[in-house]
Nanobody
Framework: QLQAFGGGLVQPGGSLRLSCAASGFIFRLNTMAWYRQAPGKQRELVATITSGHSTNYSDSVKERFTISRDNVKKTVYLQMNNPKPEDTAVYYC??????WGQGTLVTVSS
């Protein structure tokens, strides 16, 4: 099970941290990811982090967002710095291949 939280309204240029608490599987052995889906658009990959803490980002969030994990707390994070209005979306936590969290809405607006 994946439980995402931390979404809300954030101003452009601000910061926000999303969290996703995992249970029911051996968290430390799994790659984890964040996806997002904006209104009227397809779901897209935002960032991934492997069991060895290697990270990968979409070009649209690179150098602004940071994915991290705490294997003791079984939680994956997405630190969103300098968000832009185009980052507005529902953000989903994902454990490949088919385990999805419920999503948390992030709205970037002044």
């Amino acid at each position: 099970q994946l439980q995402a939280f931390g979404g809300g309204l954030v101003q452009p240029g601000g910061s926000l941290r999303l969290s996703c608490a995992a249970s029911g599987f051996i968290f430390r052995l799994n790659t984890m990811a964040w996806y997002r889906q904006a209104p009227g658009k397809q779901r897209e990959l935002v960032a991934t982090i492997t069991s060895g803490h290697s990270t990968n980002y979409s070009d649209s969030v690179k150098e602004r967002f940071t994915i991290s994990r705490d294997n003791v707390k079984k939680t994956v994070y997405l630190q969103m710095n300098n968000p832009k209005p185009e980052d507005t979306a529902v953000y989903y936590c994902h454990r490949p291949p088919s385990n999805w969290g419920q999503g948390t809405l992030v709205t970037v607006s002044s």
